[in-house]
């Protein structure tokens, strides 16, 4: 009986030892398509949720501005150092050039107006004074992008300038009058700048 006993014992162990032992932890079944579906949904409706409060962050206004309400009322005002819309190209001008070229001995004037450099405009009066018949022509004026004026009284000849032809006809019969008496002018002309883009 011993013996017996002996070897059911010893089947007892071996149905112990074989036996696969019960794990403790127990590992998730994976995940069914219905479950991936679910988690798809939820991260997608986190995405939006994330959208749609930038979209609100500047209360409904136009980039670069923020609401400001008060009793009844709402508006968008600009932030400041920003600016709402996109600024322009900066303008890009070219200088124009006019001339006086006189002969004070025989009272002739020649003139040039919106040539591109100071030479052009000194040498077309030069030219126009010797085609009137001028031979002893000299540069009176040469100026940019303004009004020149001549004015001439008894004894002298002088020019000024300005913005408009109304200042530069003030500042050469001022200029006039300093030294002089019946002072007239005798020409103006205007030569502005031009916008090349």
Not at 76 to 92: H, K, L
Not at 140 to 146: E, I, Q, R, V
Not at 174 to 190: H, I, P, Q, V
Request: glycine share 8%; net charge positive.
């Amino acid at each position: 009986m011993m013996a017996a006993n002996s070897q059911l014992a010893l089947l007892q162990i071996a149905t112990v030892v074989t036996r696969p032992r019960r794990n403790s932890t127990k590992l998730s079944p994976p995940l069914r398509s219905t479950e991936c579906d679910f988690m798809k949904n939820l991260f997608l409706a986190f995405l939006l949720l994330a959208y749609s409060a930038l979209s609100f962050a500047e209360g409904g206004c136009p980039p670069g501005q923020y609401p400001q309400q008060g009793q009844g009322w709402k508006s968008c005002i600009p932030i400041p150092g920003q600016s709402g819309a996109v600024d322009a190209p900066q303008a890009r001008w070219s200088d124009r050039w006019l001339a006086f070229a006189t002969d004070t001995g025989q009272g002739i004037l020649g003139t040039s107006i919106n040539m591109s450099t100071m030479n052009l405009a000194e040498s077309a009066a030069m030219d126009s004074c010797k085609a009137k018949g001028g031979t002893a022509c000299k540069i009176a004026l040469s100026m940019s992008n303004g009004c020149g004026s001549l004015a001439v009284g008894t004894k002298v000849l002088v020019t000024g300038h300005g913005a408009t032809r109304d200042e530069a006809e003030k500042a050469a019969i001022t200029k006039c009058s300093e030294d002089d008496t019946n002072c007239a002018t005798l020409e103006s002309l205007c030569s502005m700048a031009v916008r090349v883009q």
